[in-house]
């Protein structure tokens, strides 16, 4: 009996493992970019504003090489 908890506890760490999302990059879209900067807990607007440009300039770039 304690084989088979042991088992079942085995198979339920690997499926949690596998269901746990990888991390994603400093923002995966040009959408994510305006969360991004929120997260980014910059000051003023016009520091967000040149984050969300960098970040959009990057996802752009991503894109074209991909």
Known sequence: MVKNV???AAATLI?????IPVGSTS????HGCFK???????????????????CRAHHK???KAA
């Open 61 to 63: 770039a991503a894109k």
């Open 15 to 19: 499926l949690a493992a596998a269901t």
């Open 36 to 54: 991004a900067a929120k997260a980014a807990q910059l000051s003023t607007m016009k520091e967000r504003k040149a984050f969300r440009k960098e």
């Open 27 to 30: 923002a995966m879209a040009c």
């Open 6 to 8: 042991f088992l079942a």
